[in-house]
């Protein structure tokens, strides 16, 4: 069994967690992004796939943060930036001390491996609210991303598939400390606001929109709907109701796997066991 493999399996036991929550508590979730995508092309993992995702209602994601740590089994965490100050992302994660990765992005960062657990929030009816919403949240996510230069400290890896700006902001970060000026926590805050600001049990539309797609993780809410089960590995979990909607906005030709030379994933260095920490969630 290859490194990566077990790491896989790692994350499908905090999926198996995650879910069992969900069903505790009542919530409701989705497979998002390439875990959505593995399920409907695999029925599991994309095979080079080194992560999951999934995303809850701002309801249920709000509930969650609430309930999670009475339930988690010793040797699992959650790690949110308001609690620790070592965590710079604004979704939650659920980790398990099993493994222990060393990040591709930074080769400095070693960590726990991880599911990323993500808030699906209300985006604005009508055009103009619709733009000063999304240009607002892009003005904050460019701050935020300042903010946090000095962490990914790769170039190439983080800057490949981003538009102009986004790399032009990214090579004046590397001639000039324009970190410093940022708190990143401050920053997080803005956007917890902003995404707030549209409640999502009356919007139309939704978005989960700080994954590494941005705003095309926008649709209608419909496509989620109440969802539906799907094989992932050897659990049934649920994903959109109208997958085929979901992954064609996300991907496009969905079907067809990228490239061997565009399969670039999170982990660099995989250590299976339990771990040393040098940091607490």
Known sequence: MTELRKLQLAELELLRIFTDICKKEKLTYYMVCGTMLGAVRHKGFIPWDDDTDVAMPRPDYERFLQVVEKHLPAGYGLRIYKTDAEYTSYFAELTTQKFQVNMLFNSAERRDAWLDVFPLDGVPDGKIRRKIYIGRLNFLRRLYQISRYDKNVNFEMRSKGRAWYERLGMICCQHLPLQKLFSTEKRLDAIDRALKSCPYESAARVANYLTVHGWKEMHDKEVFGEGMLYQFEDM???????????????YGDYMVPLPEADRIGHVGEITGGIAERGGGT
């Open 236 to 250: 049934l979990l649920y994903g959109p109701s109208k997958y085929d909607q979901y992954l064609t906005e996300l």
